[in-house]
Structures are given as C-alpha cells and as structure tokens.
C-alpha cells in the first residue's frame, strides 16, 4: 500500500486529542471520536497505524486483541515533535509541496522538511 501522508497526519491528531495518562485510544471501537479518519477505509487506516508505531512515532498498549482492536496509549516524543512541526494546515500544505517537488513523502522526508519549514519560518521571525 502507498504511504498517505495525509492519514499519518490524522492519526497522530486522533491519538494526540484521545489519549492521556492511562486514557487509550481503542481503534475501530473508538473511531467515533476520531471524526477526520473517516476519509479513509479501515485496511487504510490500519495500514498507516502500524506504520506510525513501527516509525516510532506512537506507542501501543498492548498487542491487537482477538476481537481486531489496536489500543494505542500515545504519540512518542518523535510523534510530538513531528506533530508539532505539522499542525498548521499552512506548515502541512507546504511540508507536502515541498515533498512533492523533490519526489519523497517518506516520513523521514516529511520530517526532515517539516523542520526545514518551522526552522525558515523561525528565522524569518527572527530578522535572519
């Protein structure tokens, strides 16, 4: 399955507002409060789930259970931090132009020009 940056980025949104300390997001059980992943069908959203937790960008609470639920407990620091450079829907649009031009929506490429952007838009503040 081809990589959809757009998802990741709605995953890490879904976790971050539904998890907390000893507060798990159960997925699908819990799909209702996560309003922007109905943009995509559940091999999709699976897909890119274990792709996060294999980037060490979440973590989970423990293997999937028997009934098919995948009990995520938290964004790692990567994941906060990834997140945080991609908030902005400005930051993504131009994270994702910038990915298209030099042809790689890796999630190392989307990292590493999410900085790039933040960091630009930091120095420009800055009078740099």
């Not at 990741?8 to 997925?27: P, Q, W």
């Not at 699976?46 to 060490?56: A, D, L, N, P, V």
Request: proline fraction near 3%; aromatic fraction near 8%.
């Amino acid at each position: 399955m081809k990589l959809n940056p757009n998802c990741i980025r709605d995953i890490l949104i879904a976790v971050e507002s539904n998890t907390g300390y000893h507060v798990y997001l159960d997925y699908p059980t819990q799909l209702d409060k996560c309003p922007s992943l109905s943009n995509y069908n559940d091999n999709e959203i699976r897909y890119h789930i274990y792709q996060c937790y294999k980037s060490g960008l979440i973590e989970f609470a423990g293997k999937e259970d028997i009934g098919g639920n995948i009990a995520i407990s938290d964004l790692t620091p990567s994941g906060h931090s990834f997140l945080a450079n991609i908030r902005s829907d400005n930051i993504w649009n131009d994270v994702k132009n910038i990915s298209l031009k030099v042809g790689s929506t890796s999630l190392t490429a989307l990292s590493q020009i999410a900085t790039g952007v933040v960091s630009a838009i930091i120095k420009n503040q800055l009078g740099m």
